[in-house]
């Protein structure tokens, strides 16, 4: 397993980071990762909203409860007195609430919505569904007792943690409200616009990257920070997720490169394992042998790639290789991820 380079404390900044964005390639674990970071946030006795924006409803299994709606839910009570809420942001839903909230739409927003005229606006601008799931996003972020609330919500907290687009699209998603402002220049809407743009080039806004150490997730990862700097977006944490414990010891080191370079010497192996009376020693020998010259291989493929990570700068947290996920494995990880950042807060 490679070893993690000592992750920096979490600055003064971060502490104030009210909006921590988790991003990652397709297959890396990043809705995982989003639901461990909430939990550990929890667990320090915060107040945290789960939301996830992409609607494959991935949150639910891990965190082991039904499946999420656009309304804000409590999933977990921690014995510091944290709370757990999540959501899954509908752009739909968070567009009838803006209509209702900021023009007053109540039933002809409802009679919008039966014409069909709602999904057709988002449907014709694709770019207006991630305006309004950020909208929902900062509502959350901003939200007092004295800011108009549904019935039944909290009226603050503390952490919003986000299950956001991957890596290839994460940057649109966070810029979305930017080009609207350039667009509405004047109004509700530009008011709107401006006022999440600027929570999100702020220190209340951190991204967060997720990866396995393999070479497409890796580059694609490097990619998105450059990405994320270009554009003036905060980053945080950089999370190798996935990594696997190799077993291998100082003394071990001879032979991990004897199996990378081929040196091994098949007959005494199989000599041994005749010795020990195992059938086939000789079949056995040349299999054990090509199966740890991949393991090695890989690892050694693993270990280039973390020098690539390691290049770009961020603190990094490494997650270990766990048998499925859940509300069982859930707690392990975020114990994992708080252990290597303090207590995230």
Not at 15 to 43: D, I, P, S
Not at 86 to 107: I, T
Not at 137 to 143: F, G, H, I, Q, S
Not at 222 to 229: C, I, K, M, P
Request: proline content about 6%; glycine content about 8%.
């Amino acid at each position: 397993m490679p070893t993690a380079p000592a992750p920096e404390p979490w600055s003064d900044t971060w502490r104030e980071a009210r909006l921590h964005v988790v991003t990652g390639k397709g297959g890396t674990g990043k809705t995982t990762v989003a639901a461990a970071m909430a939990t550990a946030l929890a667990e320090s006795g915060r107040r945290v909203l789960l939301a996830e924006v992409e609607q494959r409803q991935s949150l639910a299994p891990v965190l082991g409860c039904s499946p999420l709606d656009d309304h804000e839910r409590l999933v977990q009570v921690t014995p510091a007195g944290g709370e757990l809420h999540a959501l899954a942001v509908d752009a739909r839903a968070s567009l009838m609430e803006y209509l209702r909230v900021h023009y007053h739409l109540g039933p002809a927003g409802a009679v919008l919505d039966q014409v069909g005229a709602v999904d057709l606006a988002t449907s014709i601008a694709p770019g207006l569904g991630d305006v309004l799931v950020m909208g929902k996003l900062y509502e959350a972020t901003r939200r007092t007792p004295r800011h108009q609330r549904r019935r039944g919500t909290p009226e603050s907290y503390d952490v919003v943690v986000v299950d956001a687009p991957p890596t290839g699209r994460v940057v649109r998603f966070l810029q979305a409200n930017a080009e609207v402002a350039d667009l509405a220049r004047v109004g509700p809407i530009k008011a709107q616009a401006d006022a999440v743009t600027a929570v999100v080039h702020s220190d209340q806004t951190v991204v967060h990257l997720v990866t396995v150490l393999e070479e497409m997730p890796v580059t694609e990862t490097v990619e998105a920070v450059g990405e994320l700097r270009g554009a003036g977006l905060r980053t945080g944490l950089l999370v190798v997720n996935q990594v696997r414990d190799d077993g291998l010891a100082e003394d071990d080191l001879d032979a991990f490169h004897a199996a990378v370079d081929g040196d091994v010497d098949v007959a005494a192996i199989a000599e041994e394992l005749r010795a020990l009376q195992v059938p086939e020693p000789d079949d056995t020998a040349r299999r054990l042998l090509a199966h740890a010259r991949g393991h090695a291989e890989r690892l050694l493929v693993e270990g280039e790639q973390q020098e690539v990570l390691d290049a770009v700068g961020l603190p990094t947290v490494l997650l270990p290789t766990l048998e499925g996920i859940g509300p069982r494995t859930l707690p392990r990880l975020a114990a994992a991820l708080a252990s290597q950042v303090g207590a995230l807060v």
